[in-house]
């Protein structure tokens, strides 16, 4: 399939505002005698659309958006049963668009014990972990032999400053195979039941892009398994029954929804499971649009040669295109870097750069195939050696001829440097930054990565500046999709400490609503239905008690969600929210 090449008007160094405008929906007012469904009015409506900021009234009919503008034009729009909504001091926007995350991740683990620091969790400790899990086991009753598993422990908070163990682990239970996920989702830790269960001991061996830590100079486990050696235990969420992962599916749609999001993103599921997501969109459709993004690291090639994306959703579904990841997680530090860290992992060599998790020839392979027939891809990318990986495999899958209109994604981002930015215009590459980072970790990074690297992460400034197009994400479950505390983290970048981590990278809260809202659906190929309140658009919405540019930027993580409207349909509805007089 061949990729058309862009217009000029939507080539490297543009602004969003072009970007937005490239394609505009266009539809008819209502026929005579039809009537809008809902109207709202009054408050502050910021459209996100550069060609009318702002509006007096909204309507809606159906899935649609039929009406954007000033009240008197909207009066031949009410009807007898048409509701209308006096927003008063609130905000409506456009639904919010999750640029990266996992939603099928999310939904396992919204049943696993939660073993995260303050404030998503309530873990400050190694004892702390094992007694969140010895009280698992008995409120729920677990039989011995039957995993018992948590998700969200940050050794970089814990007061011992360092990853649980075996040993640890032990101390929860010798009679269950225990095994706990790193806020990361890079590294697990298994207690010793659980690597006898999955067959992990002395005499094993480090998979590719990944590697089991030892006790000491022995080759004996210590429980602590990074990046591909954790998928053994990451891979015991996918063992309840059809109906429990549907139900768990279909509670996060809700959870999504709570934070505004009305587009939400799957960048880890696996290519087999496909069918079963799409069965149960066809069942009944998801409240929320869901875009997939298979995992295809493992994938053969003559595999990945037939693989295709899809344009339109089906009952609140699509593949939208495909995942490859080449490193780990600054957090973890794991993630991969052309220059040591300033502190590494405990034992780690003053030289380390830790590692890339796929080939990079074997990458080059498959993103050369995948654009090749038109399939987008996001390629996850943390340190500044992984994101020059990822540039090399666009621009050799283009064999340098004209470029196409490819959008490839940069996930995370974390690390790039100035001079990356610029080839990401020139290839065309979208970075889409896990702004969030400053606060979760900002104090950690200064450690791992000193000021000069650290203070830089996520360079939305240095991209604003370049005309370079971004997207913001929480990459969810690694941290909640709280898109207020994202905007929040994006324009303040304080530490949990206080510290700012780089003023000179803040972005505006404009900046930082337009990286999730019409920058993100322009990122999903969707800008012509999605990202701002405009006449044609899908009716996905947002109602917030406040605006987000008229409040002081430090209370925008304060601001609650009343209302998320997806395709037209109430999908979150906070009780307070019922009088908006």
């Given at each position: 399939?061949?990729?058309a090449p862009?217009?000029t008007t939507c080539l490297?160094?543009i602004?969003i505002?072009v970007?937005?405008?490239?394609e505009?929906p266009?539809?008819?007012?209502?026929p005579?005698?039809?009537?809008?469904d809902?109207?709202?009015r009054g408050?502050?409506?910021?459209?996100?659309?550069?060609?009318?900021p702002?509006?007096?009234?909204v309507?809606?009919?159906?899935?649609?958006?039929?009406?954007?503008?000033?009240?008197?034009?909207?009066?031949?729009?009410?009807?007898?049963?048409?509701?209308?909504e006096e927003?008063?001091s609130?905000?409506l926007l456009?639904?919010?668009?999750?640029?990266?995350?996992?939603f099928?991740?999310?939904?396992?683990l919204?049943?696993?014990?939660?073993?995260s620091?303050?404030?998503?969790?309530?873990?400050?400790?190694?004892?702390d972990i094992?007694?969140?899990?010895?009280?698992d086991?008995?409120?729920?009753?677990?039989?011995?032999g039957?995993?018992?598993?948590?998700?969200?422990?940050?050794?970089?908070?814990?007061?011992?400053?360092?990853h649980?163990?075996r040993e640890?682990?032990?101390?929860?239970?010798?009679e269950?195979p225990?095994?706990i996920l790193?806020?990361?989702?890079?590294?697990a830790?298994?207690?010793s039941?659980?690597?006898?269960?999955?067959?992990?001991?002395?005499?094993?061996?480090n998979?590719?892009?990944g590697?089991?830590?030892r006790?000491g100079?022995?080759q004996?486990?210590?429980?602590v398994l990074e990046?591909?050696?954790?998928?053994?235990?990451?891979?015991?969420?996918?063992?309840?029954?059809p109906?429990?992962f549907?139900s768990?599916?279909?509670?996060?749609?809700?959870?999504?929804?709570?934070f505004?999001i009305?587009?939400a993103q799957?960048?880890?599921?696996?290519?087999?499971s496909i069918?079963?997501f799409?069965?149960?969109?066809q069942k009944?459709?998801l409240?929320?649009?869901?875009?997939?993004y298979?995992v295809?690291n493992?994938?053969?090639?003559q595999a990945?040669?037939q693989?295709?994306?899809e344009?339109t959703?089906?009952?609140?579904?699509r593949?939208?295109?495909?995942?490859?990841?080449?490193d780990?997680s600054?957090?973890g530090r794991t993630?991969w870097l052309?220059?040591?860290y300033?502190?590494?992992?405990?034992?780690?060599?003053?030289?380390?750069?830790a590692?890339?998790?796929?080939?990079p020839?074997?990458?080059?392979?498959?993103a050369?195939?995948l654009?090749?027939?038109?399939?987008?891809i996001l390629?996850?990318?943390?340190?500044?050696?992984?994101?020059?990986?990822?540039?090399?495999?666009?621009?050799?899958?283009?064999?340098k001829?004209?470029?196409p209109?490819?959008?490839?994604?940069?996930i995370?981002?974390q690390?790039?440097r100035e001079?990356?930015?610029?080839r990401?215009?020139e290839?065309?590459?979208?970075p889409?930054?896990?702004?969030?980072?400053?606060?979760?970790?900002?104090?950690?990074?200064r450690?791992?990565?000193?000021?000069e690297?650290?203070?830089?992460?996520?360079p939305?400034?240095?991209?604003?500046?370049?005309?370079?197009p971004y997207?913001i994400?929480n990459?969810?479950?690694?941290?909640?999709?709280d898109?207020?505390?994202?905007?929040w983290?994006?324009?303040?970048?304080e530490?949990?400490s206080?510290?700012?981590?780089g003023?000179?990278?803040?972005?505006?809260?404009?900046?930082?609503?337009?990286?999730?809202?019409?920058?993100a659906?322009?990122?999903?190929f969707?800008e012509?239905?999605k990202?701002?309140?405009?006449t044609?658009k899908?009716?996905?919405?947002?109602?917030l008690d406040?605006d987000?540019l008229a409040?002081?930027?430090e209370?925008?993580?304060?601001?609650r969600?009343?209302?998320?409207i997806?395709?037209?349909?109430?999908?979150?509805?906070?009780a307070?929210a019922?009088?908006r007089?």
């Amino acid at each position: 399939m061949t990729i058309a090449p862009m217009s000029t008007t939507c080539l490297g160094l543009i602004t969003i505002a072009v970007l937005a405008g490239c394609e505009q929906p266009v539809e008819p007012a209502l026929p005579d005698g039809e009537y809008a469904d809902r109207v709202f009015r009054g408050g502050s409506i910021l459209t996100m659309d550069p060609g009318q900021p702002s509006a007096e009234t909204v309507a809606i009919r159906g899935e649609r958006i039929v009406f954007v503008g000033d009240d008197e034009e909207a009066e031949a729009l009410i009807g007898p049963d048409t509701r209308i909504e006096e927003l008063g001091s609130q905000a409506l926007l456009p639904g919010l668009i999750d640029a990266h995350g996992h939603f099928g991740f999310t939904a396992r683990l919204l049943s696993l014990v939660n073993l995260s620091p303050p404030p998503v969790g309530p873990v400050v400790s190694i004892e702390d972990i094992v007694e969140q899990l010895r009280a698992d086991i008995v409120a729920n009753e677990i039989p011995p032999g039957a995993w018992v598993m948590g998700y969200g422990y940050d050794d970089s908070l814990l007061e011992e400053r360092r990853h649980p163990t075996r040993e640890d682990l032990d101390r929860v239970s010798t009679e269950h195979p225990v095994g706990i996920l790193h806020v990361s989702g890079h590294l697990a830790v298994a207690n010793s039941a659980a690597l006898d269960a999955v067959s992990i001991d002395a005499s094993s061996t480090n998979p590719p892009g990944g590697i089991i830590r030892r006790t000491g100079a022995s080759q004996e486990p210590n429980g602590v398994l990074e990046e591909t050696a954790a998928y053994a235990v990451m891979g015991q969420l996918a063992k309840g029954s059809p109906e429990e992962f549907e139900s768990q599916l279909r509670k996060a749609a809700g959870y999504y929804a709570s934070f505004g999001i009305t587009t939400a993103q799957d960048a880890s599921v696996s290519p087999d499971s496909i069918a079963f997501f799409k069965s149960i969109a066809q069942k009944q459709p998801l409240p929320i649009d869901v875009a997939a993004y298979p995992v295809l690291n493992q994938y053969p090639l003559q595999a990945v040669e037939q693989f295709r994306s899809e344009s339109t959703y089906t009952h609140g579904y699509r593949v939208a295109g495909a995942k490859l990841s080449l490193d780990g997680s600054p957090q973890g530090r794991t993630a991969w870097l052309s220059e040591p860290y300033a502190e590494g992992p405990e034992g780690a060599d003053p030289d380390y750069v830790a590692y890339p998790t796929l080939d990079p020839e074997s990458y080059k392979s498959i993103a050369a195939v995948l654009l090749g027939n038109a399939v987008p891809i996001l390629v996850h990318a943390n340190g500044d050696a992984a994101i020059d990986l990822m540039m090399d495999g666009v621009e050799d899958a283009f064999d340098k001829t004209a470029l196409p209109d490819h959008r490839s994604v940069i996930i995370h981002a974390q690390l790039m440097r100035e001079d990356q930015l610029d080839r990401a215009s020139e290839l065309g590459c979208v970075p889409s930054f896990f702004s969030a980072h400053p606060f979760f970790w900002g104090d950690w990074h200064r450690a791992s990565f000193g000021d000069e690297r650290a203070l830089n992460i996520s360079p939305i400034r240095s991209a604003e500046d370049r005309g370079v197009p971004y997207t913001i994400h929480n990459d969810s479950p690694i941290v909640p999709p709280d898109m207020m505390r994202l905007v929040w983290a994006t324009v303040n970048r304080e530490t949990r400490s206080g510290f700012v981590l780089g003023a000179h990278q803040r972005a505006s809260v404009r900046d930082a609503l337009n990286a999730i809202t019409q920058t993100a659906a322009w990122q999903y190929f969707e800008e012509d239905r999605k990202g701002s309140i405009t006449t044609g658009k899908q009716a996905d919405l947002v109602i917030l008690d406040r605006d987000p540019l008229a409040v002081d930027p430090e209370s925008i993580k304060d601001i609650r969600i009343l209302e998320t409207i997806a395709r037209g349909a109430t999908v979150f509805l906070r009780a307070s929210a019922n009088d908006r007089s």
